[in-house]
Structure formats: structure tokens, C-alpha cells
């Protein structure tokens, strides 16, 4: 559904009925959830050169879906090609397309694993051959904490991943935001993701996606807008539309 947002060919019919759906719901309240999607793919953009200037050189992104338009590894590469990307996620489809994408870039690795259960993950041998923890490691989060129901839940998922993180490295997170007084009406998007393969989809307030970086510290902007989210912005932003808010923390 959300190559299909962003204009990608790697989806089936059902990927786009489902989507379809979802975008007739968020113009109902005024703002068409494919530009949405691409504003934050524009934040995870922004986000990765932020970090390669910052000397950045180890990325694990965790549900990142299938490879579409300007992926991490494409945009941190460009300037930094001694970096290491390794991507996670736990749908077999997305598995295979990835590592058939991806198999002649050696720096980069596809694993299967759950959010879910971080504990395995962190555990997975291949992750450790390639990821060396004792260094600072950039953990990318984006658009996938709303498919954690429970806020409790997503907040322990988060920190059992920085927990296994050093001191210097950074967390990323994007997450869909409804916009202030729109609950209601994109309360009807989870109706739709609750029929798919992604299962429940959770609309989270501006406090419960902060409270997401717990023990981590936000750097400017802070937690704002993806499509007004720039390395050290200063400045209100508009939390009335419905998007997806963005964020990057270092890890203390």
C-alpha cells in the first residue's frame, strides 16, 4: 500500500484497493494520504543526510517495506559509501523482492525479523556480523510504530532497541498523526488497515508520539511535521492537517 501511495509499481490489486480506500478517507478531511507519504519519504531523506553529516556510518531500519523511491542505503551511500544499511522486515513478499533488489549491493543486508519481538532481533547472528554495536548505530523507525496498538508496548519495543545501543548513536521515527480534531474521521482508515495483512492501524496524538523517544533527545526541530522537518528549523509548525510527524534523537 505504501509503494502504491508513493507511486511504485511493486503492489498487487488488493494492495490497491485497500489504498484506494484510504485515500478517499483522507480527503474527506482535506489531505491526500499519497502526499503524505511522500512527505515523509522527504523526511527520512533529510533525516539520513543529517546523519551522514553527522559521521554516521552503521543504519539499521527496521519494517521498511519494500524498496521503492530514495531508500536509505541510496541516500546515505551517495556520501558516505563506507557506510552499512541493514534493513528488517517480516513479510516474505517484501523479503524476497528486497533481496532480489538488492543483491548486488554488498553494502547492504535484508533480514527477516518482527518489531514485535526485539529481543530476536538484536539476537540474529547475520545483524551482528554486520552491525557492530560498540559503535554508534542510526535505528530508523518510520511509519511503522502505528501498527503497535498498545502505547506501552511500542513504547518498551522502542527502548529495548536504544537500550542496546551506545552512547552517540540516533533514532529516527516518523509516525502518522491525524491532525489535531480529526480523530473521528481517521478513525475509518483503521477499518480498512484492520481487513489487510498489516492489521490494526493506530492513530497516535503529538504527546504519545514524544513520548516514543523517551530517554533519547530530540534534536531540532523536535517532533514536527515531515514536510516542515529540516535539520535545526526553528519556528511553530501547523499540527491542524494530517500527516505524519517526524523526529530524530540521540541516544543518550
Known amino acids: ?24 478517507i483522507s480527503r474527506e478531511v482535506g489531505n491526500d494520504v499519497r502526499l503524505a507519504a511522500r512527505a515523509n519519504r522527504g523526511f527520512l531523506g533529510r533525516a539520513m543526510e543529517m546523519m551522514t553529516g553527522l559521521g554516521m556510518r552503521q543504519y539499521l531500519d527496521i519494517g521498511t517495506g519494500l524498496p521503492t523511491q530514495e531508500n536509505v542505503h541510496q ?36 533480514l527477516e525479523g518482527d518489531l514485535r519481538d526485539p529481543d530476536a532481533l538484536l539476537a540474529d547472528p547475520a545483524l551482528r556480523a554486520r552491525i557492530d554495536f560498540g559503535q554508534p548505530v542510526v535505528l530508523i523507525l518510520c511509519a511503522i510504530l502505528q501498527f503497535i496498538s ?18 552517540g548513536s540516533h533514532l529516527v521515527i516518523s509516525h502518522v498523526f491525524p491532525g489535531e480534531g480529526h480523530d473521528d474521521e481517521l478513525a475509518e482508515v483503521d477499518g480498512v488497515y484492520s481487513r489487510t495483512s ?10 504519545q508520539i514524544t513520548s516514543l523517544f523517551a530517554g533519547a533527545e530530540l534534536l531540532p526541530p523536535g517532533l514536527a511535521p515531515v514536510e516542515d522537518w529540516k535539520p535545526g528549523a526553528t519556528g511553530s509548525f501547523d499540527f491542524t492537517r494530517a500527516t505524519y510527524l517526524g523526529g530524530v534523537a540521540r541516544v543518550r
Open 198 to 207: 498489516a492489521g490494526n492501524f493506530t492513530l497516535r496524538s503529538r504527546a
Open 1 to 24: 500500500m505504501y509503494d502504491y501511495y508513493l507511486g511504485g509499481k511493486d503492489n498487487f490489486l488488493a494492495d490497491r484497493e485497500a489504498a484506494d480506500k484510504v485515500i478517499a
Open 75 to 110: 541516500v546515505v551511500l551517495r556520501s558516505a559509501p563506507d557506510a552499512q544499511v541493514v534493513y528488517v522486515d517480516n513479510d516474505p513478499i517484501v523479503l524476497v523482492h528486497a533481496r532480489a533488489l538488492l543483491a548486488d549491493n554488498p553494502q547492504t543486508l535484508v
Open 150 to 167: 498498545d502505547d506501552a508496548e511500542a513504547q518498551r519495543i522502542v527502548g529495548r532497541l536504544c537500550e542496546s545501543l551506545p552512547s
